[in-house]
């Protein structure tokens, strides 16, 4: 596991967008296409912007999301809305090239649906992944038992709104081959902290034994001192 403390949000959104190009370059050259799995959060939607101007190759690209928030498609706060304004509405991606979850239709239809669509797209190259300043990622919210077993969840009364929402689990999430986490600012470092000393928490389940890079920016390192609240 790589951590990579940088100087600010910025440095990380450019790191992370390198990063991306460089596990698409690699996926391209290997097995001919670059299976993605986005994820929601500020940190990550600076990250999209950036990969926006630099990546020419976008008939390789496939781009799935590792949660999804129970609104209507069109909602602005929906993650697929999010990627879309930062990302795939700029570049020439087909329609077909882009998987949204189908939350829309209630978190239990929709879980249902997509972990048929993430079975058979799995391994992917890389998930994308925020943490919460609880130790979320995607929307696997601490104190809830993860299955090992499980591709896609339905979430409910979610910590964070709206309180319905639909998860990779845990098994759809590590099926890649590699796991990029994304943490800024100074409300990550207390659950940075715990992950580093090996607390229970999603995001350490998540990354457990896997190809992980962390990139933080120094708030958010825990290294730095106590949290500011
Ligand atoms: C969501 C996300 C969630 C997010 C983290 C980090 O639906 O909000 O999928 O898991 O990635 O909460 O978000 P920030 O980068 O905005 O702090």
């Known amino acids: 596991m790589a951590w990579r403390v940088l100087a600010d949000a910025d440095a990380v959104a450019l ?18 296409r ?3 799995v986005l994820a929601g959060g ?9 990969l926006a101007h630099q990546v020419s190759d976008w008939a390789r ?13 069109d909602h602005a706060e929906r993650n697929s809305q999010m990627a879309e304004r930062a990302l795939l509405s700029r570049v020439p991606l087909a329609p077909g090239q882009v998987h949204p979850i189908a939350a829309e239709r209630g978190a239990e239809e929709a879980a249902a649906a997509y972990a048929r669509i993430i079975r058979a797209a799995a391994p992917f190259d890389l998930v994308l992944l925020g943490v919460g300043e609880d130790g ?10 993860l299955d090992p077993e499980a591709w896609v969840i339905p979430v409910h009364d979610a910590p964070k709104p709206p ?33 580093r000393a090996g607390a229970a928490l999603p995001i350490a389940q998540v990354c457990r034994d896997r190809r992980v890079t962390l990139l933080l920016d120094e708030a958010a390192d825990p ?4 949290a500011v609240s």
Not at 139 to 144: K, Y
Not at 170 to 176: E, K, P, V, Y
Not at 223 to 226: I, R, T
Request: charged share 25%.
């Open 15 to 32: 790191a992370a967008a390198r990063l991306m190009i460089q596990a698409a370059a690699e996926a391209i050259e290997q097995r001919g």
């Open 34 to 36: 670059f299976r993605l």
């Open 42 to 50: 500020r940190t990550p939607e600076a990250a999209y912007r950036l």
């Open 61 to 73: 690209w496939e781009c799935y999301f590792g949660d999804e928030r129970c609104l209507p498609a």
């Open 136 to 145: 979320h990622t995607a929307s696997l919210f601490p104190g809830r038992p």
């Open 163 to 195: 309180p319905d929402r639909v998860s990779l689990g845990l098994r759809g999430l590590q099926s890649s081959r590699q796991l990029l986490v994304l943490a800024t600012g100074a409300g990550k470092r207390e659950a940075l902290r715990g992950w």
């Open 223 to 226: 290294g730095a001192g106590p």
